[in-house]
């Protein structure tokens, strides 16, 4: 079946650090893979996404790259801020079926 | 445009009581869902529609009706509340069932079962 393995958080961070949050999948076909976040007492906002292998999705510097051979979808941003605190969600999208979420990883990034 | 909008923001149920969750979308989206998110296990799929008229079931449906007579409106009825159905509620929509990748999200609904 179809799934989303996200790493666990939380993961604290200082402001300016590196981030990585890894993502990898499971699908049948080629499923779209995106990102969204969830900020403090809020719904889910799309962040990013990527259709295909080897497609880069960017929004507000975070990046993150399809890569089928590993079935990942990383999400990176190379300078945090405060303000990027929030619990971000991997999701596949396997075409005509509902979006599949990964479980979530909350990020707290401390000045 | 509004977007996503839910109603109630927050409820307190007693175990067996009834409520219809509302959400409106104002974006002409056929697509239609509801989840549900509780601590550690992320968005799981309740019920979605992919048109008016048209409904199925996500991977939780039991406890839980929904109905969708018009594109803008999707409300998910809890039929006999039981505290294991509290968590936080989210409407979402999208273009189509061939775009659904791309949602989005209404603030939430705070349910919490006593």
């Known amino acids: 079946g179809n799934s989303v393995t996200q790493m666990e958080g939380p993961v604290t961070l200082s402001e300016e650090a590196f981030l990585t949050i890894n993502c990898t999948y499971t699908?049948?076909?080629?499923?779209?893979l995106f990102w969204y976040v969830q900020y403090p007492g809020e719904g889910l906002q799309l962040l990013l996404k990527?259709?295909?292998?080897?497609d880069k999705g960017s929004n507000k510097g975070f990046e993150a790259t399809y890569r089928k051979e590993t079935t990942s979808f990383h999400l990176e941003k190379g300078s945090v801020q405060v303000s990027d605190s929030a619990v971000y969600f991997c999701a596949l999208s396997p075409g005509n079926t509902p979006l599949v979420f990964g479980k979530g990883t909350r990020l707290s990034v401390i000045a | 445009n509004a977007g996503v909008t839910q109603t109630p923001k927050f409820q307190v149920l007693k175990t067996g009581q009834s409520m219809t969750l509302q959400c409106a979308q104002d974006m002409n989206h056929e697509y239609m869902s509801w989840y549900r998110q509780d601590p550690g296990m992320g968005l799981r799929l309740i019920h979605y529609?992919?048109?008016?008229?048209?409904?199925d079931q996500g991977e939780v449906p039991n406890g839980y009706n929904v109905s969708r007579s018009t594109t803008e409106d999707f409300p998910l009825r809890l039929l006999s509340a039981a505290p294991s159905q509290t968590s936080v509620y989210f409407c979402?929509?999208?273009?189509?069932?061939?775009?659904?990748?791309?949602?989005?999200f209404g603030p939430g609904t705070r349910l919490l079962v006593l």
């Open positions: 699908a049948t076909g080629y499923p779209s």
């Open positions: 979402a929509s999208s273009y189509n069932d061939r775009v659904q990748g791309t949602q989005y």
């Open positions: 529609s992919v048109g008016a008229g048209i409904t």
């Open positions: 990527a259709t295909k292998a080897d």
